[in-house]
C-alpha cells in the first residue's frame, strides 16, 4: 500500500508539473510579459521653453537662447526591475534673434531612469541625465560646459517592442565666458546656470 500510495503522489506531481510551467510563462495581468532586460533604442523630439537665460543673455544684447526645439537619440538597457542605464546625443535649434542664424547647444549625456509599475503597459517614469555640453552658432563650437536634466512623464507600451513616451524635464546649462561676435558681447559670466523647460515626446525600440 505504500508503494501504491507513492506511485498515485509521483504521477499526480507529474501532470501538475507543465500547468505550472504554462501558467509561468503567460501574461502577467494588466501589463505585458516581463522581460529579463531589453536594450532600448529611443528618438525623442520636443519644445524647448527657456525658464531663466541670464548667462547666455546678458542686459542690454540680444538673446542667442529663445524658444526653440529639441531632437535626440539614446541607447540604454532597461531591467526588468524598471531601472534603465545608458546614453544619448541631443541638439536644441533656438532662436537667436539676429545674433546667430540659429543657436546650438549640443549635449552627450548618460541616462539614469526608473519606470514605475514596470509590469504594466502604461507606467510612469522618473529620468536623469546629465554630461557634455557644446554651444555654437548652425552645429559649430562656440564655448563648452556641462548639462543636467531631470524629468517626469510617462510610457505607454504600444507593442511588445516599441513604447510611447512624453516627459517634462527641467534642464540646466552651464558654459565657459565667449563672446558673440556679432555684437561684441560677453556672455555667460553672471549667473549661476541657464534653465529651459522641455516638453517631450518620443519613441523607444526594445530590441
Not at 508503494?3 to 505585458?32: I, N
Not at 539614446?74 to 546625443?89: D, H, K, V
Not at 545674433?99 to 514596470?118: I, R
Not at 540646466?172 to 561684441?184: A, C, K, M, V
Request: proline share 6%; hydrophobic share 45%; glycine share 14%.
Amino acid at each position: 500500500m505504500p508503494t501504491r500510495a507513492a506511485a498515485l503522489c509521483l504521477l499526480a506531481l507529474s501532470l501538475a508539473a507543465p500547468q505550472r510551467g504554462r501558467a509561468d510563462t503567460a501574461e502577467l495581468p494588466g501589463g505585458p510579459p516581463e522581460r529579463e532586460g531589453s536594450i532600448a533604442v529611443g528618438v525623442e523630439t520636443g519644445l524647448v521653453v527657456p525658464l531663466s537665460t541670464n548667462r547666455l543673455c546678458p542686459p542690454g544684447y540680444g538673446c542667442i537662447a529663445d524658444l526653440g526645439w529639441a531632437v535626440g537619440v539614446n541607447l540604454s538597457y532597461r531591467w526588468a526591475n524598471g531601472i534603465g542605464l545608458g546614453f544619448g546625443y541631443e541638439f536644441w535649434l533656438l532662436t537667436a534673434n539676429g545674433v546667430y542664424e540659429t543657436t546650438v547647444p549640443q549635449m552627450f549625456t548618460g541616462l539614469l531612469q526608473y519606470s514605475f509599475l514596470p509590469n504594466h503597459a502604461t507606467h510612469p517614469l522618473l529620468r536623469l541625465r546629465g554630461g557634455f555640453l557644446m554651444l555654437g552658432p548652425s552645429f559649430r563650437v562656440a564655448t563648452i560646459g556641462g548639462t543636467a536634466e531631470i524629468g517626469v512623464g510617462a510610457e505607454v507600451e504600444l507593442t511588445s517592442d516599441t513604447v510611447f513616451s512624453f516627459l517634462v524635464t527641467g534642464n540646466l546649462l552651464r558654459t565657459q565666458s565667449f563672446t558673440t561676435p556679432g555684437d561684441g558681447a560677453l556672455r555667460a559670466v553672471d549667473g549661476a546656470l541657464d534653465a529651459m523647460l522641455v516638453l517631450r515626446v518620443g519613441f523607444n525600440f526594445l530590441l
